[in-house]
């Protein structure tokens, strides 16, 4: 997988933010103001972590090798995918936009109409 394809595909969402508010090693993508993915090397390789809907989370992690609790996170709302070729380029991208629209969902309405256009 590479990650300047997954890098565009995040940054070609509504309003999505590249940010380095944990240093170089972290890259936190916002959506005004408020995460929706991280993206880190850590101990066990390249990752990225994303909301997902709580009754998601148990079922993601149980039936998709590549897929664990939310790295650093609250394991409730948010999981890790590991980004080794585990996990289909296209799952990694429809779960990075579910997350995104997670996170648009609960911006005020103002906000949320001009995301949406």
């Known amino acids: ?3 300047d394809d997954l ?8 309003g999505a933010e590249e940010t380095y508010p944990f240093g170089p090693e ?3 993508f916002k959506v005004a103001g408020k ?5 880190s090397t850590p101990v066990g ?12 989370v148990p079922r993601l992690i149980r039936s998709v090798d590549g897929i664990g609790p ?4 609250n394991k409730r709302h948010w999981v890790t995918v590991q980004l080794d070729g585990s996990v289909e380029f296209a799952h990694v991208c429809e779960l ?20 949406e256009g």
Request: hydrophobic fraction near 50%; aromatic fraction near 6%.
């Open 26 to 28: 972290a890259r936190v």
């Open 1 to 3: 997988m590479r990650l």
């Open 70 to 73: 939310g790295y650093h996170m």
């Open 96 to 115: 990075v936009a579910e997350s995104h629209a997670i996170v648009v969902a609960s911006l005020p309405k103002r906000i949320r109409m001009g995301l």
């Open 35 to 39: 995460v929706f993915s991280v993206d």
């Open 7 to 14: 890098t565009a595909f995040i940054l070609d969402l509504n």
């Open 45 to 56: 390789g390249e990752s990225i972590t994303v909301k997902a809907l709580p009754e998601n």
